[in-house]
Nanobody, 120 residues
Framework: QIQPVESGGDSVQAGGSLKLSCTAS?????MAWFRQAPGKEREGVAVIDAIGRTNYAPSVKGRFTISRLNAVSSFLQMNSLKPEDTAMYYCAASQSSTGASLAAPPYHHWGQGTQVTVSS
């Protein structure tokens, strides 16, 4: 069982930046970031796979950048943060290709989440 662990969440002002990190306990093919705000459904934010294919939600494209160091580590650089980015951010992983999907079902391994709060 692969266990992702997130870090880097914090409280920042609008316009600021944060970098989230995720480290998995085993090799992955695809790593993704999801977020869930209170009262809202979980949504896919960004995904990267082992061949460097990426995909972003329209709401974060141009502001967020996903990267990975190796088979167990990924990062989410978040710039120009907005209050609507406030959410619990979760790292998800798959040991196979998900087609760079931003939907939750293909990901079987989930972290506990790290809180990002953006104030206006």
């Amino acid at each position: 069982q692969i266990q992702p662990v997130e870090s880097g969440g914090d409280s920042v002002q609008a316009g600021g930046s944060l970098k989230l990190s995720c480290t998995a306990s085993g090799d992955t093919w695809t790593m993704a970031w999801f977020r869930q705000a209170p009262g809202k459904e979980r949504e896919g934010v960004a995904v990267i796979d082992a061949i460097g294919r990426t995909n972003y939600a329209p709401s974060v494209k141009g502001r967020f950048t996903i990267s990975r160091l190796n088979a167990v580590s990924s990062f989410l650089q978040m710039n120009s943060l907005k209050p609507e980015d406030t959410a619990m951010y979760y790292c998800a992983a798959s040991q196979s290709s998900t087609g760079a999907s931003l939907a939750a079902p293909p990901y079987h391994h989930w972290g506990q989440g790290t809180q990002v709060t953006v104030s206006s």
